[in-house]
């Protein structure tokens, strides 16, 4: 049963593995940032996992409400989804120039191109 | 005025490149006042480091409230001995590198891009100091983040396409690593509930999953370990070095990669704490392991490149394999030459990567059949290049002897004489390197680029020999480095009682 209950931290290992799997095994440089995305999305749940506290409410002040979840990992990952916003966009406009550079977004041609060059 | 100002010189080191950077995109018309603006931030930053180094010195670590919210629940800088003692390192080398840039951007970067570079030089400095100065956990991955998409955008803007793919290369490893401290960060917090570093080290010892710790500490070495470039983790730097314009390499050499190694100090020494890293878990051998596979490695693999980047950016793993090998031993006299290896190898990287950036400037090619026959052709920068080589070495009379010499006498004391051997090997390798650039440049027939190429300019050229003098200088008057690095090594050290 503790296995289902902590179904979340599986699933944040999960996106982490197969993000990093992405990152390594594929040619495509879309591919790859797309890998490196899910891979941050997973620290993101990760995190926000953190936060829970068992009986807790919504973090905002009700009546007659005592035990709130911890709202602290939320405010951090708001930060952290910035971001891995900024690296996504980066990385897209990087392979853009390189696209129009290389003529290609595949790793093995960029590299061939580079070798007779 | 002046006397409330003081009280913020904490902040104000970061403030100050942070203000500059969105003024630089202001007056992007008129480069050379963005230039002035820039070197201005810098020579502040400079100042402000030397100003808090004094008052540390004489006051003990300052604290101070962003935003005068107190400190565990508030974002905390702290300034001690030890990130004074780097912060001074980063300034340092920003401000003489700042009066090299007017010319050698101008040089190597389309006019309209210009302010955009400089932009993201003040950029990366402010994340670099960011990250030195703050107290905060989370901080630290904000601020490395702020330097690394910095530094992604600098290494692109290099002349050859080539600087795009290492960039983009740097960028998915750079990424991996900081999402690594990002989670090891996160699991500091998941055991301690609080992310001031002070207060995480409090209530670390009563602790008690102790897995969940040693995981965190995997984490965070493994992902500062990709920003520092430890050995099998360092395939981003030789082409991110290579290929970024030489503004942006002397930079990024010198101080980036200075910054981690302080990142790492902290986490270990003082946030995680030896005990839990030496003892519970193997750090100190992996840490030497590598070290030396590192420095043997990264000078072999130098001696056969063909691009004089390349060859220095190799010995710059192999250098951090020094610097960690003084903190892989753990006892005052290692982390002590580790600290001062830290200041020295900035000095002789900042100076070879300028003199290399002189030689771009007129032959426009670091190739090394290229700059057959250059050293006659610009007597100054070759000597500029020869006296930080033999810095480099670790020739007597240069600092690189000092931070050798401290090393050597560190793994004696534990013994460890094979290892004491190894250094002196890695010195024999880094004759080999250096001297096959010397032999080219001076003995080669020249070029045909090289022949048309004449002296450098003064505006690159006294820069560089700034820092060459300043390599002969701390190598002669050792009193401040080896002073201060003593008393960080002490300051790290004593966190454990």
């Known amino acids: ?117 | 005025m002046l006397g409330t100002l003081s009280n913020d010189l904490p902040a104000l080191q970061v403030v100050v490149p942070l203000m500059s950077a969105p003024l630089c995109l202001v007056l992007a018309r008129w480069p050379r006042l963005v230039w002035i603006l820039c070197v201005a931030a810098s020579w502040t930053s400079l100042a402000i480091s030397m100003e808090l180094l004094d008052q540390v010195l004489s006051y003990g670590p300052i604290s101070y409230a962003m935003g005068g919210w107190a400190a565990p629940w508030g974002i905390e800088y702290r300034v001690d001995s030890v990130n004074a003692y780097v912060i001074l390192i980063v300034t340092g080398i920003a401000s003489v590198v700042l009066p090299f840039a007017g010319a050698s951007v101008a040089g190597e970067i389309r006019e309209d891009k210009v302010a955009m570079f400089y932009t993201l030089l003040m950029l990366c400095l402010t994340g670099l100091l960011g990250m030195t100065i703050t107290g905060d956990a989370f901080n630290v991955f904000v601020f490395l983040e702020i330097s690394s998409l910095s530094m992604y955008g600098l290494i692109s803007m290099g002349r050859d396409r080539r600087a795009l793919t290492s960039a983009f290369q740097y960028l998915v490893m750079g990424t991996i690593g900081g999402t690594f401290i990002l989670v090891g960060i996160g699991f500091l917090y998941v055991i301690t509930g609080t992310l001031n570093m002070a207060d995480i080290a409090q209530r670390l010892p009563e602790a008690t999953q102790l897995r969940t710790l040693h995981t965190a500490f995997a984490f965070l070495v493994v992902g500062i370990g990709l920003k520092l470039a430890m050995f099998p983790l360092h395939l981003w730097l030789p082409n991110a070095y290579a290929y970024a314009p030489s503004t942006a390499t002397a930079l990024i050499a010198a101080t980036a990669t200075k910054v981690a190694v302080y990142a790492l100090l902290r986490f270990v020494f003082t946030v995680i704490g030896p005990v839990t890293a030496y003892e519970d878990l193997p750090f100190g051998e992996i840490a030497m392991a590598l070290a030396t596979l590192g420095l043997l490695t990264g000078s072999f693999v130098a001696i056969f490149q063909e691009n004089v980047k390349r060859i220095l950016a190799y010995s710059s793993v192999a250098q951090i394999g020094y610097i960690l090998l003084g903190i892989g031993l753990a006892t005052a006299l290692g982390l002590q030459a580790g600290i001062l290896h830290l200041f020295n190898h900035a000095l002789m990287k900042g100076a070879l990567f300028m003199a290399v950036g002189c030689f771009f400037y007129r032959v426009g090619s670091v190739r090394l059949d290229d700059l057959r026959g250059i050293g006659r052709k610009m007597p100054w920068t070759f000597a500029a290049f020869v006296i930080a080589g033999l810095s480099l070495i670790g020739v007597p009379l240069t600092v690189g002897f000092i931070s050798k010499w401290y090393l050597l006498q560190a793994t004696l004391q534990q013994g460890y004489w094979p290892l004491a051997l190894l250094i002196l090997g890695g010195s024999l390798l880094a004759v080999v390197y250096i001297w096959r650039v010397v032999e080219a440049a001076w003995f080669g027939s020249p070029s045909v680029r090289a022949n048309d190429a004449k002296e450098a300019p003064l505006g690159l050229l006294i820069p560089t020999w700034t820092l060459v003098l300043a390599n002969l200088y701390f190598g002669i008057h050792t009193e401040l480095t080896v002073g201060v690095a003593d008393l960080a090594a002490r300051t790290l050290l004593e966190a454990i009682r």
Do not use: W
């Open chain 1, 1 to 117: 049963m503790r296995f289902l209950q902590l179904y979340n931290y599986e699933i944040a290992i999960f996106l982490a593995m197969v993000g990093l799997y992405i990152v390594v095994s594929r040619g495509n440089l879309v591919k790859k940032i797309a890998g490196l995305s899910m891979f941050q999305t997973s620290v993101f749940i990760l995190y926000i996992s953190m936060g829970v506290v068992d009986g807790g409410s919504v973090p905002i002040l009700t009546e007659g409400v005592t035990r709130y979840s911890n709202p602290l990992p939320h405010v951090l990952i708001l930060t952290a989804i910035v971001v891995g916003v900024a690296t996504t966009a980066v990385a897209l406009s990087l392979v853009i120039r390189i696209n129009e550079a290389y003529g290609t977004v595949e790793e093995d041609e960029v590299h061939q191109q580079d070798e007779s060059f």
